[in-house]
């Protein structure tokens, strides 16, 4: 299973270039492309857990499209991200003290941004939709898959790892930098429910409760324009 989500990882991204490289031959691109990597913060937003972010990586390409006298430019983008997130959990049944069960969650995200010139090249605000392909959610310790998860003390921390693999989220943020050299702060907020996946689960049958729960991710990263 996960040889066939990195495989799918590798085609999406194949995908990518070979749109990019089509797109060259009917548009100005702007700068060429832009390679760079970065930091992420990743959360779920949820009433079912308490949940707390951690830091991840990302590695990030895209190509802007220049717009002649429009106050707007647009790109296409795609990064992808190892992020990291916990939940209390407890090490056993007979503990009372929370300790942090930590997960990982690699992503592939698709985006089509607008970049408005708030001051020409050198700062933009950017916005737009972001596709997401994800895993389910690994253990950075797979000594915990037995642990407890605090809310649910019967059920183990590994009923709760079967997400929603494809989101659909929005992005909006700040590019500021020179021509070869740029800073994009993000925030990537998920509109659809990343813990869907739960609700016909053995977790959602034993506890009889709906799960939900919204992408929080904040990605900080440093592009080199070619």
């Not at 492309?33 to 308490?50: H, K, M, R």
Request: aromatic share 16%; charged share 15%.
């Amino acid at each position: 299973m996960k040889k066939f989500k990195l495989y799918l990882l590798v085609a999406i991204c194949s995908l990518f270039v070979t749109f990019s490289f089509a797109q060259r031959s009917s548009y100005n691109i702007k700068n060429g492309f832009a390679l760079g990597g970065g930091l992420t913060q990743f959360d779920i937003i949820t009433d079912n857990f308490e949940t707390k972010s951690n830091t991840g990586w990302l590695a990030h390409m895209s190509a802007t499209v220049d717009i002649p006298h429009k106050w707007y430019n647009v790109s296409y983008g795609m990064q992808l991200s190892e992020n990291r997130m916990s939940v209390n959990g407890f090490a056993s049944a007979l503990s009372s003290n929370f300790e942090p069960i930590d997960y990982k969650i690699l992503t592939a995200q698709v985006a089509f941004l607008m970049h408005a010139k708030l001051a020409g090249p050198y700062l933009t605000l950017d916005f737009g939709p972001v596709l997401q392909y994800n895993s389910d959610l690994e253990f950075d310790d797979e000594g915990q898959e037995e642990w407890f998860v605090a809310e649910f003390d019967s059920l183990l921390a590994k009923d709760f790892v079967d997400i929603t693999n494809f989101n659909v989220n929005g992005a909006v943020g700040l590019t500021a930098g020179f021509e070869n050299f740029k800073i994009r702060g993000q925030y990537i907020y998920g509109f659809t429910n990343i813990l869907g996946d739960l609700n016909d689960s053995n977790a959602a049958n034993f506890t009889n409760k709906k799960f939900k729960g919204n992408q929080s991710m904040l990605t900080i990263a440093l592009l080199i324009t070619f």
